[in-house]
């Protein structure tokens, strides 16, 4: 059973950074996608940036050249660094995990962890 745990969340200034962190149980064999969503109050979920078993990586335009995704693979950790931040970018930011490509669906996801970016 997949299970994956997210920290690193908490509030800062804009211009800040952050990092996320989630470690990941179950999940250590075959091909896969690891990835980190968010989801701000009222809108829709979004995906932020994504990374498969030979290192390919996908941002949401949103955050390209401000937030750098990578993986763990000794540790089972994916890792989300968050440079100058926006109040944008506020938002419940979730980890998660699919085995196969990163087109797919069907992630499992973890808990959440929130972060806050103040003007």
């Known amino acids: 059973q997949v299970q994956l745990v997210e920290s690193g969340g908490g509030s800062v200034q804009a211009g800040g950074s952050l990092r996320l962190s989630c470690a990941a149980s179950?999940?250590?064999?075959?091909?896969?996608?690891m990835g980190w969503f968010r989801q701000a109050p009222g809108k829709e979920r979004e995906r932020v940036a994504v990374?498969?078993?030979?290192?390919?990586?996908g941002y949401a335009d949103s955050v390209k050249g401000r937030f750098t995704i990578s993986l763990d693979n000794s540790k089972n950790t994916l890792s989300l660094q968050m440079s100058s931040l926006k109040p944008e970018d506020t938002a419940m930011y979730y980890c998660?995990?699919?085995?196969?490509?990163?087109?797919?669906?069907?992630?499992?996801w973890g808990r959440g962890t929130q972060v806050t970016v103040s003007s």
């Open positions: 998660a995990a699919r085995w196969g490509t990163c087109s797919g669906a069907n992630f499992t």
């Open positions: 990374i498969d078993s030979d290192g390919r990586t």
């Open positions: 179950g999940f250590s064999y075959g091909y896969r996608c």
